[in-house]
């Protein structure tokens, strides 16, 4: 079981809005910022989202991240077929001394 | 533009150990700290262990303890993470990744654990 909690699947429509969740505790996303990564299958996960709601370069900014309390969220608008991709959410544990994953979110592009 | 290039795929035998290297390209290791993080076939990303370059002081996971150990040879601009005592669950790629923010990763080495 991962520290952070996601939903295992999300999906959309091309050009919708969607969403993926994070649920961590004050020991982790309560006290410290969130990163977002992509994965695309067999492939090295990248950032995607740095310091809750920062993109790094070449990131466009359909892409977008926030953090209220002890959850963040991913939000990716025009979902674009090439978003299809797993998403991990990362973040600092003060109690473990270390980082955390969520357990991934599949999305798929219907 | 910073690459971080891994060792090749390696296979071994219960009990063995394993180190994976991570070439650090386009910058300087001194200025990095590198983290290893593992991905089980089929599963999540698991986090084994950091350098704090600030701290001057290397974190590992707790279910790592004692059976992992990560090094640098900054003069090759390279980073280490050696795995002991492997079992078949330590299966996996092996990644390492750019600073706490993890925005740079390796390729990934598949450890194959298997009698």
């Known amino acids: 079981q991962s520290v952070l909690t996601q939903p295992p699947s999300a999906s959309g429509t091309p050009g919708q809005r969607v969403t993926i969740s994070c649920s961590g505790s004050?020991?982790?996303?309560?006290?410290?910022?969130v990163n977002w990564h992509r994965q695309f299958p067999g492939t090295a996960p990248k950032l995607l989202i740095y310091?809750?709601?920062q993109r790094p370069s070449g990131v466009p900014d359909r892409i977008s991240g926030s953090k209220s309390g002890t959850s963040a969220s991913l939000a990716i608008s025009g979902l674009q077929s090439e978003d299809e991709a797993d998403y991990y959410c990362a973040s600092w544990d003060d109690s473990l001394n270390g980082w955390v994953f969520g357990g991934g979110t599949k999305l798929t592009v219907l | 533009q910073v690459k971080l290039v891994q060792s090749g795929a390696e296979v071994k035998k219960p009990g063995a150990s394993v180190r994976v290297s991570c070439k650090v390209s386009g910058y300087t290791l001194t200025k990095i700290s590198m983290h290893w993080v593992r991905q089980g076939p089929g599963k999540g990303l698991e986090w084994m262990g950091g350098f704090d370059r600030e701290a001057g002081e290397t974190f590992y996971a707790q279910s790592f303890q004692g059976r992992v150990t990560m090094t640098e040879d900054t003069s090759a601009d390279t980073a280490y993470m050696e795995l002991n005592s492997l079992r078949s669950d330590d299966t996996a790629v092996y990644y390492c990744?750019?600073?706490?923010?993890?925005?740079?990763w390796g390729q990934g080495t598949l450890v194959t654990v298997a009698s």
């Open positions: 004050s020991s982790n996303i309560g006290s410290n910022t």
């Open positions: 310091t809750n709601d």
């Open positions: 990744a750019r600073n706490g923010n993890f925005d740079f």
